[in-house]
């Protein structure tokens, strides 16, 4: 382990006790300590829903959904998982029933702003996010989290089954069908007259 990876490992465990202590103050309703979790997840949280979305005003409601069962369910942390695990895991349930009610076409899951350009310029590099990004779109809900979750917010498989509320094998299974199915995706929407027909 390297110095920096041990430094990392210190932080991220002295983080957790931190969001434990205030978790602790919260389920005994103590208004303050919830404003301070309310601001460190509050960001956290828009990045991964706005992944999700593109709409703003449904990802601030999830937002706010999920950090009201936070205050209302503070008490039933049992501390099986690190505190962001619990609290990611509440905003995928209810971004996920939000998600349901609503049409296929409001809601997204952008990975392309984290990836490197693929084209030689600018005008290729547009291309590329736009058929990377229809790509992605193609995947089931689940299947699109699961990347999302573990190559943008760097969470392994088994802080995602918690997140998921599901099986690690079933983690990996959806990572490989994921994988799979953009493997016929991609190379078909890289056909010339599909990605010439991008703009329509």
Request: hydrophobic share 40%; aromatic share 8%.
């Amino acid at each position: 382990m390297t110095q920096l990876d041990s430094t990392t490992r210190t932080f991220g465990a002295s983080a957790n006790e931190h969001e434990r202590a205030l978790l602790r103050r919260v389920a005994a309703q103590d208004r303050t300590a919830f404003q301070e979790l309310y601001l460190i997840y509050h960001r956290r949280l828009a990045r991964f829903l706005l992944r999700l979305t593109s709409r703003h005003d449904v990802a601030e409601e999830v937002i706010n959904d999920s950090l009201w069962v936070v205050w209302q369910r503070a008490g039933d942390f049992r501390g099986d998982s690190t505190v962001s695990t619990w609290i990611m895991g509440i905003a995928y349930r209810r971004a996920l029933k939000t998600l349901r009610s609503r049409t296929s076409r409001e809601w997204f899951i952008d990975l392309v702003d984290k990836l490197p350009a693929w084209g030689n310029d600018e005008a290729d590099h547009v291309i590329d996010r736009d058929w990377l990004a229809h790509a992605l779109s193609e995947l089931p809900t689940e299947q699109r989290a699961t990347l999302e979750l573990a190559y943008l917010f760097g969470h392994s498989c088994e802080e995602i089954a918690d997140i998921m509320h599901c099986p690690v094998n079933t983690v990996k299974t959806r990572m490989f069908q994921a994988r799979r199915k953009l493997k016929i995706i991609l190379p078909r929407l890289a056909m010339p007259s599909d990605r010439g027909d991008a703009s329509e």
